[in-house]
């Protein structure tokens, strides 16, 4: 099996599933096979592809048995990746994965169609509540997102903690893969000076070093409901989710690989 | 005019962070600035007071290990100049590893009331049985003190087989409640090398 990734964060609003959609497309389009599931039940993935254009059929479906995970997964028609979108159409089926959280049919869920892809990605609700749990213990790291605002960085201890005790009783394989800033605005002086209190305050591997940008053609893709770089005149919107991915591989190369001592590297056979 | 960071919530965000990257060992990636891809002038360099030099940096594997109980015979620990000392979790663990090396110790573990462990060098148990063990022994202090009415209980010696011990030894960083627990032979006497442990511990929780 890959990796399986959640893309999570404490405050909405931050750019989760744009860089769920993104990133995996740009994955895809590099030759991984990538799996996208739409964990948060304000359907945001499933909504910002227009799944529905090609079903309603989701997550909660699979949770009661009306479909399998065979079935589950929608492959885009250029064939890049494939979606699995919440299926949450009413209150009832909120309940339905909020329950499932609760009492572990969740993981196993995700667990039973995860097999096959070089990649999953969990594009995770806001905060911490038992869903956000469930995808954390059954995932081997979390991307988390930040913007260089007030409430979003001081609403961060409460999901570090939650990270924390999560490696601690459920999964202690679960990497913080990085932190990501986003909607970056760079002529916003207040952000400049806060991103640069960050870099000299925490440890310099925490973040990622690309930074997504605030840009209108993200806005224009969701209503388009594509990946960015699909759009025209997107790729150079889309570059920075380019050099994320790379970012992401060059952790995963070097993650495990040599050591500090000459004595111990290791022949190649 | 005071700075963000200087917010108790993003205080306690750094510690996090360090104690977060610190169990899983360094985030594997090249150095460089955040903001690389950002237009020019944009691009923040990251300035962090004893940050490693630039380049590649070498990460641990992602599982953690889990150490078998030692039973017979003290291994020897590590030279200290082994151990990195960047983050905290480290420095602490390079506390437990100088302890064990100087009293002959098997394994420490440094742990919160909930048995959360902040250090770990060679545990004799995994993660779970620290945190029921710590529990448990945690609660004995409290009844001994409670039935001997007295108020200096904190240290518990308990042999665990015929030839090593478990000592626990409650100590205090501000208001938390915190244990370190040492693996070593019967016949040591291990309090000396506890009680030194206990001050740079706190030295380096504060």
């Known amino acids: 099996m890959g990796r399986i990734l959640t893309v999570a964060s404490q405050k909405g609003g931050v750019g989760k599933t744009t860089t769920a959609l993104n ?6 389009r590099l030759g991984h096979s990538v799996l996208l599931v739409d964990a948060d039940p304000q359907g945001g993935i499933a909504i910002a592809s227009n799944l529905k254009k090609k079903t309603d059929v989701g997550l909660v479906n699979l949770l009661r048995g009306e479909v399998s995970a065979e079935d589950v997964a929608v492959t885009t028609k250029d064939g890049s990746m494939s979606i699995v979108g919440s299926g949450v159409m009413t209150p009832a089926d909120t309940v339905c994965i909020e329950d499932a959280a609760r009492d572990g049919q969740l993981q196993l869920a995700i667990q039973g169609i995860c097999g096959g892809y070089d990649y999953v990605f969990l594009d995770a609700p806001a905060g911490v509540g038992g869903i956000v749990t469930s995808l954390l213990t059954v995932s081997d790291g979390v991307i988390l997102m930040l913007r260089c605002r007030s409430l979003v960085l001081k609403s961060l201890p409460i999901f570090l903690k939650l990270l924390r005790e999560v490696r601690f009783q459920h999964n202690p394989a679960l990497q913080l893969e990085g932190a990501l800033v986003t909607m970056w605005q760079g002529d916003n002086e207040l952000e400049r000076q806060t991103l640069k209190e960050l870099a000299q305050s925490v440890p310099e591997a925490l973040f990622f070093r690309t930074v ?4 209108d053609n993200f ?3 969701s209503i388009k409901a594509v990946p960015v770089i ?6 150079e919107t889309a570059r920075p989710y380019l050099e994320l991915a790379m970012e992401l591989k060059e952790r995963e190369l070097l993650r495990g690989i040599g ?3 000459d004595e111990q590297t290791d022949g190649l056979f | 005019m005071s700075k963000l960071t200087d917010s108790s919530e993003l205080q306690e965000a750094m510690s996090l962070f360090q104690d977060l990257l610190g169990e899983q060992g360094s985030a594997a990636g090249f150095s460089g600035p955040i903001g690389r891809n950002l237009e020019a002038g944009v691009a923040i360099p990251s300035v962090v007071s004893g940050s490693p030099d630039p380049g590649i940096m070498p990460s641990d594997p992602g599982r953690p290990v889990r150490s078998e109980v030692v039973t017979q015979g003290v291994p020897v620990a590590p030279a200290i100049d082994e151990i990195e000392g960047e983050f905290r979790g480290d420095r602490l663990e390079n506390v437990l590893i100088a302890m064990c090396r100087r009293g002959g110790f098997s394994g420490a573990v440094v742990s919160d009331t909930t048995g959360l462990p902040l250090a770990v060098f060679n545990s004799p148990v995994d993660n779970e049985r620290i945190a029921a063990f710590t529990s448990v022994l945690g609660g ?15 240290y518990i010696s308990m042999d665990i087989n015929y030839e090593d011990k478990v000592v626990v030894r409650r100590f205090f960083f501000g208001d938390l409640e915190m244990y370190l627990m040492v693996l070593c032979a019967q016949s040591m006497d291990e309090r000396a090398e506890v009680e030194m ?4 511990i706190v030295s380096i929780l504060g």
């Open chain 1, 212 to 215: 997504i940008p605030e840009d």
């Open chain 1, 230 to 235: 699909l759009l025209p005149g997107g790729r």
């Open chain 2, 197 to 200: 442990s206990i001050e740079q």
């Open chain 1, 259 to 261: 050591g500090d001592a």
């Open chain 1, 219 to 221: 806005e224009h893709a």
């Open chain 1, 23 to 28: 990133l995996g497309y740009t994955l895809a």
């Open chain 2, 140 to 154: 004995a202090l409290d009844k001994a003190g409670l039935f001997l009415e007295q108020h200096g209980a904190e």
